[in-house]
């Protein structure tokens, strides 16, 4: 008898239990659609992608993510080529969209405990590292609220809803 054949299957048997201990037990795993966005300047509650918000936020079991933004009302560049927007047209784009990506951590319980920025659409953020001192994502069911404060002291908060 072959020792191959059982060394596969003892694998398999072992590696699979963990694989679904981890994914089960991380809350954050899976693909968010944001529900509402508000942002909290001096205890104003402002729309922070406009009145009809539209993102994704998406976890993956190999611990990366990817996280896109933006205000489903921008108008569409006159041009119609990316690169050729005007000032006015560029600058609505950036300040009502936002994408990026990188990996992230969640802890024993599988609650999100922080991230690493590996790329951005704002450049500032890349090689960024938050902890949940910095950002917060509490997941109950199919619902899940993101919670941070950028560095002048705004509030934003992100309410997503899980999709099936």
Do not use: C
């Not at 609505?92 to 992230?104: E, P, V």
């Not at 704002?122 to 090689?127: A, D, E, K, Q, S």
């Amino acid at each position: 008898m072959s020792i191959r054949p059982i060394l596969l299957a003892l694998t398999i048997s072992i590696s699979a239990p963990a694989f679904a201990q981890t994914a089960g037990g991380n809350q954050v795993l899976g693909t968010w659609r944001m529900v509402s966005a508000t942002i909290d300047p001096g205890g104003e509650n402002i729309a922070a992608y406009g009145d009809q918000p539209s993102g994704l936020l998406v976890f993956t079991p190999d611990m990366h993510f990817v996280e896109v933004l933006t205000d489903a009302t921008v108008p569409r560049f006159a041009s119609n080529a990316r690169g050729e927007g005007t000032d006015e047209e560029n600058r609505m784009a950036m300040s009502r969209s936002i994408g990026f990506f990188g990996t992230y951590t969640v802890d024993a319980k599988g609650e999100f405990s922080g991230n690493r920025v590996e790329a951005a659409t704002f450049p500032n953020w890349v090689g960024s590292v938050r902890t949940r001192d910095d950002l917060t994502l509490i997941v109950d069911g199919d619902r899940m609220t993101e919670q941070f404060r950028r560095p002048e002291g705004t509030e934003i908060r992100i309410e997503w809803q899980r999709v099936k």
